[in-house]
């Protein structure tokens, strides 16, 4: 975020954390990824950077499912694709 958003237009996180309405501290986390953009996290950000709220929270999402997939990918206890070829992709809608 801070490569993307706050350095190249020279926005300090002292700034931002205030024009935000959030802790510098809070800022740090999210940026060094200790805390995860919330929505209300993501209105904070859309409002002052002229972003949507969606784009955070999307941002946030796919670091989420990767977190997941890593943590999970050699858990034995997933029974990998046992119920997968059945031809159905899922409910119908």
């Known amino acids: 975020m801070a490569e ?14 205030a024009a935000t309405g959030l802790t510098r501290k809070h800022i740090s986390s999210v940026i ?3 805390a995860s953009i919330t929505p209300d996290t993501a209105v904070r950000f859309a409002e002052v950077l002229g972003t949507s709220p969606e784009y955070w929270l999307n941002l946030q999402t796919a670091v989420a ?3 997941a997939r890593q943590a999970l990918k050699d858990d034995p206890s997933i ?8 031809g159905d992709d899922g ?3």
């Not at 029974?79 to 070829?85: L, N, S, V």
């Open 65 to 67: 499912l990767w977190d």
């Open 91 to 93: 409910p119908a809608a």
């Open 79 to 86: 029974q990998r694709r046992r119920f997968a070829g059945n």
């Open 4 to 17: 993307y958003y706050l350095k190249p237009k020279g926005i300090t996180q002292t700034d931002f954390a």
């Open 32 to 34: 060094h990824g200790r």
